[in-house]
């Protein structure tokens, strides 16, 4: 029996198409057997060489500004008073004026020309000053004829007073014309002169 070129034709094909197939296949099976069989030596923490590890944000320090020492309503100031003459020191306390609040050692230096600042902390600001003459100036301040006088707390040729001053009585508060009435002890001409323009002011 003779077969059709036709049908061999046909045949001939088809195992061309089947035996094509089978080789594709064949190449992509090899293909993934080989990429699974390489092991990954790339762990999770490793980077790719074109990236570079992230640095830190820069650290940014915030500078406080330093607490400086004023004077406030709490300061006692401390006045010392060295006397040449026979060499002591008095010193008296006080709180310190109204006037000074706020105010920075710098500005007391700048202030007080005449004074030493010896210190100037915790609440306490000591000032020293430097007299001529004895350490036993003793005066009181009082009153005489209605204005503020100062006496000698201990006579000297017989009189006690030294002084009347144009600052009448009167205009005192209260209170300090009660402590005139029974006399105010003073050591050293310098703390009188001061006590004498507080009054006076």
Same mark, same amino acid.
């Given at each position: 029996m003779k077969v059709p070129l036709r049908i061999i034709a046909i045949m001939?094909?088809?195992? =061309?198409?089947? %035996?094509?197939g089978v080789v594709i296949g064949f190449n992509i099976v090899s293909d993934n057997n080989i +990429?699974?069989? #390489?092991? +990954? %030596?790339?762990?999770? @923490?490793?980077k790719p060489e074109n990236e570079t590890a992230a640095s830190?944000?820069? #650290?940014?320090?915030i500078l406080m500004p330093a607490e400086r020492d004023e004077v406030n309503e709490n300061t006692k100031f401390i006045y010392e008073y060295y006397y040449l003459g026979d060499e002591k020191t008095d010193s008296t306390e006080e709180d310190a004026p109204y006037f000074l609040y706020g105010k920075t050692e710098p500005e007391l230096i700048r202030l007080f020309t005449d004074w030493d600042i010896v210190s100037f902390e915790d609440n306490i600001v000591t000032m020293r000053k430097t007299v001529e003459g004895m350490s036993n100036q003793y005066y009181v301040i009082g009153s005489l004829d209605g204005y503020i006088a100062v006496f000698y707390k201990n006579e000297i040729n017989g009189n006690n007073l030294k002084e009347i001053t144009d600052t009448p009585v009167s205009l005192l508060p209260i209170e300090i014309q009660e402590q005139l009435l029974k @006399? =105010? +002890?003073v050591v050293g001409e310098d703390s009188l002169n001061r006590m004498l323009e507080d009054y006076e002011s």
């Open positions: 001939a094909v088809s195992i =061309i198409i089947v %035996t094509s +990429n699974l069989s #390489k092991p +990954n %030596t790339r762990s999770s @923490g490793d830190p944000p820069p #650290k940014i320090e @006399g =105010i +002890n």
